[in-house]
């Protein structure tokens, strides 16, 4: 199967958003925030059967994080 990613990325100042298939949804006021609900998502994906990888933007860039 294929590999799955999502990606933590900073909205314009604004906020964060999660990156997916090319397409930015949500707006959370926190990284963390946005992270958490990337997770279910993900870990839907595992159950299917895909690798995941989700990265979180941080002060040097994207950052793997799971």
Same mark, same amino acid.
Not at 54 to 65: D, N
């Given at each position: !199967? $294929?590999?799955? @990613? @999502?990606? /933590?990325?900073? !909205? ?7 990156? =997916? #298939?090319?397409?930015? %949804?949500?707006?959370? *006021? %926190? ?6 609900? *990337?997770?279910? +998502? *993900?870990? #839907?994906?595992?159950? $299917?059967? =895909?690798?995941? %990888? /989700?990265?979180? $933007?941080?002060? $040097?860039?994207?950052? +793997? !994080?799971?």
């Amino acid at each position: !199967m $294929e590999r799955v @990613y @999502y990606s /933590i990325v900073r !909205m314009n100042g604004s906020g964060w958003a999660i990156r =997916h #298939d090319g397409k930015l %949804t949500g707006r959370y *006021a %926190t990284k963390a925030a946005a992270f958490e609900a *990337a997770v279910a +998502p *993900a870990s #839907d994906a595992v159950k $299917e059967g =895909h690798a995941v %990888t /989700i990265s979180v $933007e941080g002060s $040097e860039g994207l950052q +793997p !994080m799971l």
